[in-house]
């Protein structure tokens, strides 16, 4: 397998990564780390109840997050869709200080931390904070899965081009416009026996004078974890190399901005 970035990520030790120290000036957009589980056989309202456990700040305006579910039947002329059908999983929701967000599904709890960027020990913490609240009270069957995920963000300036930030982009090749209008790129990765790295990058509409630029870093986690302990040894396993992903696929251009 060809190096990525940088290094090689199917290495399971990554010796080869590059050395990194903490960002003055973190570029995350927003920074995730999401607890994927089986649930019990419990309604939404078991749930929402578990919600009002949660400290005053989370005490906000709660949006349902449902699925809608269409059938397709073919026969003679088109296909007819059937009436579809939602089914809610759960509700999203922020603080009142506008610093975290949280997505508590039936299967997943994904907790947001909202620029300004502060730091790991700080918001690996209130997820955890509210974890505990959350499980306590709704007591999942099993978790099976955990993630870490930072979504970065550049601005472009007129006249710059994205190789000037990022490694990992789309080559386009000689002979073809080289000027992006739009680009988005998407690539999943091994990086070990449990676990993968889905990266992405690509431009937002752009705003006057700059184009926003994105670098989406996760790395996703199957386990099994006996107890609390293990679990959350298993998140804090992902910082490290989801960090040396990131420096391995920024120019030193970029990195200077955030010094």
């Not at 918001?123 to 499980?135: I, K």
Request: aromatic share 10%.
């Amino acid at each position: 397998m060809r190096p990525i970035c940088g290094y090689n990520l199917k290495s399971k030790s990554l010796e080869a990564a590059l050395p990194f120290t903490t960002l003055s000036k973190a570029p995350i957009k927003e920074a995730l780390i999401g607890i994927r589980v089986q649930p019990n056989d419990y309604s939404l309202s078991v749930l929402e109840d578990a919600l009002n456990g949660l400290p005053d700040d989370y005490n906000t305006k709660r949006e349902p997050i449902t699925l809608t579910q269409t059938q397709l039947t073919f026969g003679p002329g088109v296909p007819q869709a059937t009436n579809p059908e939602q089914k809610q999983l759960g509700w999203r929701f922020g603080t009142k200080s506008g610093k975290y967000a949280v997505q508590a599904r039936t299967d997943w709890l994904i907790f947001s931390h909202l620029p300004p960027y502060s730091a790991w020990p700080t918001f690996s913490g209130e997820a955890e904070r509210v974890w505990r609240a959350l499980s306590f009270a709704y007591k999942p069957a099993d978790v099976n899965a955990v993630t870490v995920r930072n979504i970065n963000e550049v601005s472009l300036g007129l006249g710059e081009n994205v190789e000037k930030y990022l490694k990992f982009y789309i080559n386009v090749p000689e002979g073809v416009p080289q000027a992006f209008k739009n680009y988005f790129a998407r690539i999943e990765l091994h990086h070990s026996d449990d676990t993968a790295v889905v990266m992405q990058s690509g431009l937002l509409p752009p705003q006057p004078n700059i184009a926003p630029l994105l670098l989406d870093i996760e790395l996703v986690k199957t386990v099994s974890p006996k107890d609390e302990a293990e679990l959350w040894r298993a998140i804090h396993a992902l910082r490290e190399p989801k960090n040396q992903i990131f420096f391995s696929c920024i120019t030193p251009e970029w990195e200077a901005k955030l010094r």
